[in-house]
């Protein structure tokens, strides 16, 4: 037996260069959502936005997604 599971290097320092975006679920509800980013450095400006048929949006400043379930 010649073959060794020869354990190639895996690069395993692949950083993941942008934030996970966090998946806020509201409450179905609701017609619109607010958000400032939360504390600290992620803080942003107060801002609304409306789903407008969506199931989901997409907070422009801090990338967080709310959606409706
Ligand atoms: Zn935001």
């Given at each position: 037996m010649t073959s060794s599971a020869s354990s190639a290097p895996v690069s395993a320092d692949q950083h993941l260069s942008e934030r996970t975006p966090d998946v806020i679920a509201v409450d179905p509800h609701c017609s619109g959502v607010k958000c400032?980013?939360?504390?600290?450095?992620?803080?942003?400006p107060v801002v609304y936005y409306v789903f407008d048929g969506c199931d989901h949006v997409e907070c422009k400043y801090c990338d967080r997604i709310f959606v409706r379930r």
């Open positions: 400032d980013g939360g504390d600290g450095a992620l803080g942003h």
